[in-house]
């Protein structure tokens, strides 16, 4: 993504002079998957530098799958979060560090309450350099000693992405009181308090 600006106004004998230049600014994307969607869109959304958060589903077989879907399991979709942020501003490995403190990387069969391959976690590269920081990353977290089983979160390629329905957008946000009940009662907080107090 890239975004022109035009500026520089100049004053020279009582006349404005007007010159325009491009000033490019690349945006890029970061994809990873943790669980339920609504609970990776608000720390992302914190982080300076990031422009947008979607959730969404990707690694799957369906074309345009919706939530029912991807729910039974069949698709082979994640539920997953598209990161669109300035590397200018904040690095592919600070995105990475907030997700690893958002997760369980050790469970290999879901997150938390959400069991099932939709809810497995996973990092989605968009070019070599993602790739080798998030198997960094990956090495980085299981050598940590933090947890007592091997990393289960697996490094793959990122395919299509597709936007989950508007209902599942900002959640956090538009129904706070339900996703805070949610998200307790998962067992999510108090996993992350534990592991990330040491």
């Known amino acids: 993504m890239r975004f022109l600006i035009a500026v520089s106004i100049v004053v020279i ?6 010159k325009s230049y491009n000033s490019e600014k690349i945006l890029e994307k970061a994809t990873v998957a943790g669980g339920c969607f609504w609970c990776l869109e608000q720390p992302f959304e914190e982080l300076d530098g990031v422009h947008d958060v979607i959730s969404g589903y990707t690694g799957g077989m369906v074309d345009n799958p919706t939530y029912e879907q ?14 669109t942020y300035d ?36 990092i989605f590269y968009h070019d070599n350099q993602q790739q080798q ?9 299981d050598e940590s000693g933090l947890f007592d089983k091997p990393v289960a979160t697996k490094i793959l390629p990122a395919t299509k992405f597709y936007p989950a329905e508007a209902y599942h957008q900002d959640y956090y946000k538009t129904c706070s009181f339900d996703y805070k009940r949610y998200r307790y009662g998962s067992g999510r907080d108090s996993f992350l308090e534990k592991t990330w107090s040491k």
Do not use: M
């Open 70 to 83: 991807v729910c039974t399991g069949k698709t082979g979709h994640y539920e997953a979060v598209q990161i």
């Open 13 to 18: 004998g009582g006349f404005w002079i007007v």
């Open 87 to 122: 590397p200018n501003v904040v690095s592919y490995e600070k995105l990475l560090e907030t997700f690893w403190r958002q997760i369980d990387p050790t469970d290999p069969e879901g997150q938390f309450a959400d069991r099932g391959t939709q809810y497995q976690t996973a």
């Open 133 to 141: 920081i998030a198997l960094q990353s990956k090495k980085k977290i």
